[in-house]
């Protein structure tokens, strides 16, 4: 357990946004603020604790609703429905919440929320407590969105490069999708936008990520709006090892068997397979799936493939039968213990945050085929300013990534005879050892997490 820094009887309620990506890092940040002595309360929606039962140890759960207690996001007409549901249900809920904990002997010190919800920082602003927003995505995400909301960046965006202070010149592809592509998803837009909307009432501003790996944008930002950097927030167990018993996340969508893909990997040489999964959300084109099928097999790699039983009618007919020699498919597979396994040499992902940090704080290169939303400034990070991988060109049409294009990524990537593959993994092995040092005893992360649990106390 971590030493005590005297932040016994503080007690921090988190309300992360209501889905898993969101939830999980700051369920484990929570974990480590209690290995400090801190009592934490994470406030999940009724749906959630319903339909997925999260359980911990260290940090107590309760909840509030989402307007959707039934059925969640599927319950409303429309994401611009579920945000004005949770809005109206959530505020309302939280003060119940915050109300009932003042009548305890443990009342809230600290709000720590997801900034796509500021209506909790105007709950916390109400009831004269702390409020401090936790941002799960990239420090450069989070601030081209700043840059965006302020009105420092044309939208649409006419002439590029763009040049934003600490980060690199990005082209239009390079930029968060609402932006790349602008107009599309204009809810989802609005809310990452919304997200500064109050910023300048938080009493801290924190980010899961570490200073080192972004530290140019991270003093940019800190500039206008100061910036703590308190990750990576995944279980202690794979970084330094000081919170006890944290050895997996405590919410997954699938809880199945983790033994068959980790036996499989054991019998495999060190370095050899290709570990592909494209996040929970995944909903590829049968057409492009097909793509990945042809040029995951003509690498001729090991290859451990995640695809949901509802995506595996869009393989190749006898594509499992064909490669049964080679690589494995599974519904679902226990990320950390893969990426940590020394037979895992290069993770084909979508470049979704927590995947990317995953990657990062555990060595492993990558190929990176961004989606939407913040992948694809992720994808340009891994690629150019970390140079842990390579992102994946799409054909001229704009739509698929080609067999060959994903054939000739992963020899890169794996090293198959070339220095720049061996560079990406030297790089990605220096990526680790700073993270682990980031929340070590004194490390960047570990002194942010200190004062922020210092000036929570009068």
């Not at 509802?310 to 499992?320: A, D, H, I, Q, R």
Request: aromatic share 10%.
């Amino acid at each position: 357990m971590d030493k005590k820094i005297n932040a016994e009887g503080t007690h921090i309620l988190a309300v992360p946004y209501p889905s898993q990506g969101h939830i999980n890092p700051m369920l484990q940040f929570c974990k480590r603020l209690v290995s400090k002595g801190t009592k934490a309360t994470l406030a999940i929606t009724n749906f959630i604790s319903k339909s997925m039962s999260p359980k911990s140890n260290t940090v107590s759960i309760d909840t509030i609703s989402d307007g959707c207690d039934e059925g969640g996001f599927s319950q409303a007409e429309d994401v611009s429905d579920y945000i004005t549901r949770m809005e109206i249900a959530g505020t309302e809920t939280l003060e119940e919440l915050v109300k009932k904990y003042q009548k305890s002997n443990q009342p809230i010190d600290c709000i720590i929320y997801d900034p796509f919800l500021p209506w909790a920082l105007e709950v916390a602003k109400k009831y004269g407590i702390k409020g401090a927003s936790f941002f799960t995505q990239a420090c450069a995400v989070n601030y081209i969105y700043y840059y965006a909301h302020h009105g420092m960046l044309e939208l649409p965006v006419a002439t590029v490069p763009v040049e934003i202070p600490g980060l690199p010149a990005l082209d239009l592809p390079d930029m968060p999708s609402f932006i790349y592509v602008h107009g599309s998803y204009p809810a989802y837009f609005e809310m990452v936008l919304n997200q500064f909307s109050n910023m300048d009432k938080a009493d801290f501003v924190l980010v899961n990520t570490y200073y080192k790996l972004e530290e140019k944008v991270v003093d940019t930002m800190s500039e206008v709006c100061p910036v703590l950097t308190i990750g990576p927030t995944i279980p202690s167990f794979y970084l330094d090892k000081r919170v006890e018993n944290d050895i997996d996340y405590d919410l997954n969508l699938f809880n199945l068997d983790p033994s068959t893909s980790l036996n499989w990997l054991n019998t495999k040489p060190e370095s050899s397979v290709v570990y592909i999964a494209f996040g929970s959300m995944a909903n590829l084109p049968k057409t492009q799936m097909e793509e990945i099928a042809w040029g995951l097999k003509n690498t001729n790699f090991n290859f451990l493939w995640v695809i949901r039983a509802s995506e595996e009618e869009k393989l190749p007919t006898n594509f499992v039968h064909d490669t049964l020699d080679k690589g494995i498919i599974v519904n679902w597979s226990p990320q950390l213990n893969v990426l940590s396994n020394k037979a895992v040499g290069c993770f084909f992902s979508h470049g979704g945050w927590n995947s990317t940090i995953e990657a990062l704080s555990l060595g492993v290169p990558m190929v990176v085929m961004p989606q939407w939303t913040d992948q694809t400034t992720n994808a340009k990070l891994v690629q150019d300013v970390w140079n842990v991988g390579v992102r994946v060109r799409v054909d001229e049409e704009g739509i698929n990534v080609g067999r060959d294009e994903i054939e000739g990524c992963i020899r890169e990537v794996m090293g198959a005879g070339g220095e720049k593959g061996k560079e990406m993994k030297r790089n990605a092995n220096k990526w680790k050892d700073l993270a682990k040092e980031a929340v070590s005893d004194g490390g960047s992360s570990d002194t942010n997490i200190n004062k922020f649990l210092l000036q929570l106390k009068p």
